[in-house]
């Protein structure tokens, strides 16, 4: 009468460990850039899962040697090539999403009105001479600044 209970306990820990290894090679896979790992390693795991599952319908069990069977031949396999395509596009348009809203949060930072001042070194509301209606002029640029000088020089020395 112990012989029964004995074979299902035999087959029970080929079971347990069909499971582990196919739910973590699955786990694995939906890792974004690193689930293409699993197009190299899974092949050598649902083959060991199916062997494993050939022992356990061998030693008297049937519905889980099936089941294992099929996961290791149809579903792990579909399921090891699909989820890796799709977890890594998921986040690179996320991450492309992010960098753009990253990238103009830097190139155009909200800044108040003082701000904007100290950086500009204007002030929009007396960039207008006033009561001309005119825009103020320009400060000379640098390189202009530099040139009259130079000229200025010049003229002095001889």
């Known amino acids: 009468m112990e012989a029964p209970n004995q074979q299902k306990k035999d087959y029970k820990g080929a079971v347990i460990a069909s499971w582990v290894m196919i739910i973590l090679t699955c786990l694995v896979a939906l890792i974004p ?7 190299v390693i ?11 599952g050939i022992i356990v319908l061998s030693k008297g069990g049937t519905m889980q040697g099936v089941v294992i069977l099929l996961m290791s031949l149809i579903v792990a396999p579909i399921f090891l090539v699909v989820a890796p395509i799709v977890t890594t596009s998921l986040a690179v348009d996320s991450g492309a999403d992010t960098g753009d809203t990253l990238e103009s949060e830097v190139l155009e930072p909200d800044l108040d009105e003082k701000a904007k001042e100290a950086l500009t070194g204007t002030n929009a509301r007396k960039a207008e001479q006033d009561g001309a209606g005119q825009p103020a002029t320009a400060p000379e640029s640098k390189s202009e600044d530099k040139e009259k000088r130079k000229s200025e020089s010049e003229g002095r020395s001889q």
Request: proline share 6%; no cysteine.
């Open 33 to 39: 850039g690193v689930g293409f790992l699993t197009w």
């Open 42 to 52: 899974g092949a050598p795991i649902l083959l060991i899962t199916f062997i494993l």
